[in-house]
């Protein structure tokens, strides 16, 4: 019995393809990230359809800019970033998103905050923290997933966003407590059902 290997492609080969605007090449990046840069998308939209969309878009956006790429990064991080900003401009010209202003009321307490656990953490699914990251309110999603999750600093989020670096503060702040009781609340759902 014979075994099939499969040829791999080396991805600086996969760039050149790309660069050379060849469907082969472009195939195999798509289907190299899609699933990582699809999760991007849908850490910053609401549902799954608006992150197809922003996927879809970044993807456009990545042929038509490919031949800009240097190999000053890795690609997977050039392509990160424009996944991020197409997701960005997505929602911004959909006016998918909003800050909630220091002086306007929020629209929950905070009571009885408890550190959540990595142990608690840990019994979430992947899927599960995704739907609590979802559950933010958008502005607070947004510059959570920038800060926290991208590594952006307070200012690249202001720059990027259009607001101060005092809102993004204020909504990462804000987003981290509301992250925490919903993780509590799930965990108290979790701990019924598993009891």
């Given at each position: 019995m014979k075994l099939l290997l499969k040829k791999t492609v080396n991805i600086d080969n996969i760039v050149q393809g790309c660069q050379a605007n060849q469907p082969k090449y472009q195939r195999m990046l798509y289907e190299q990230f899609a699933g990582k840069l699809m999760g991007i998308c849908v850490r910053y939209c609401r549902n799954e359809e608006l992150a197809k969309d922003a996927l879809q878009e970044s993807f456009v956006k990545i042929f038509n800019k490919i031949d800009s790429f240097k190999n000053e990064s890795k690609i997977e991080t050039w392509m990160t970033r424009i996944a991020i900003n197409t997701t960005l401009n997505h929602l911004r010209q959909g006016?998918?998103?909003?800050?909630?202003?220091?002086?306007?009321?929020?629209?929950?307490?905070?009571?009885?905050?408890?550190?959540?656990?990595?142990?608690?953490?840990?019994?979430?699914?992947?899927?599960?923290?995704?739907?609590?990251?979802?559950?933010?309110?958008?502005?607070?999603?947004?510059?959570?997933?920038?800060?926290?999750?991208?590594?952006?600093?307070?200012?690249?989020?202001?720059?990027?966003?259009?607001?101060?670096?005092?809102?993004?503060?204020?909504?990462?702040?804000?987003?981290?407590?509301?992250?925490?009781?919903?993780?509590?609340?799930?965990?108290?759902?979790?701990?019924?059902?598993?009891?």
């Open positions: 006016k998918r998103y909003q800050f909630i202003d220091d002086n306007e009321h929020v629209a929950y307490k905070i009571e009885n905050q408890h550190d959540v656990s990595a142990d608690s953490l840990e019994k979430l699914s992947h899927a599960e923290l995704i739907n609590i990251l979802q559950e933010l309110p958008d502005g607070y999603r947004i510059v959570f997933n920038m800060y926290a999750v991208e590594g952006y600093t307070h200012k690249e989020i202001a720059d990027a966003l259009g607001i101060n670096e005092g809102t993004s503060k204020s909504q990462l702040n804000r987003a981290r407590k509301h992250l925490q009781t919903l993780v509590q609340d799930k965990m108290g759902i979790y701990s019924s059902v598993k009891r």
